[in-house]
């Protein structure tokens, strides 16, 4: 079992900045892989961030540019530093961790993005 505990959201103007947080705990051995998401209402869960194990990230071409998701091993946490905030951007955030088999998802954190 792998617990995600996300944090860092909140609401913030246009333009601005917000760093999102994703902790780790438990049997997070053989983690191939942390993604971030994000959710709006009567929408589907659309993929945001990604990053290896080995470092790759890769990332949806609408926060390209913008977003950047990186990880502190000592700290088994993943980070989403989201630079240029659209109201477009505005959604409950989601982190995901995924081993072979299996995935895990945390509990979510809003991001509200004014005009």
């Known amino acids: 079992q792998v617990d995600l505990v996300e944090s860092g959201g909140g609401l913030v103007q246009a333009g601005g900045s917000l760093r999102l947080s994703c902790a780790a705990s438990g049997s997070i051995f053989a983690i191939n892989a942390m993604y971030w998401y994000r959710q709006t209402p009567g929408k589907q869960r659309e993929w945001v961030a990604t990053i290896t194990v080995g470092g790759d990230t890769n990332y949806a071409d609408s926060v390209k540019g913008r977003f950047t998701i990186s990880r502190d091993n000592a700290k088994n946490t993943v980070y989403l530093q989201m630079n240029s905030l659209k109201p477009e951007d505005t959604a409950v955030y989601y982190c995901?961790?995924?081993?072979?088999?299996?995935?895990?998802w945390g509990q979510g954190t809003q991001v509200t993005v004014s005009s």
């Open positions: 995901k961790a995924r081993k072979t088999i299996t995935t895990y």
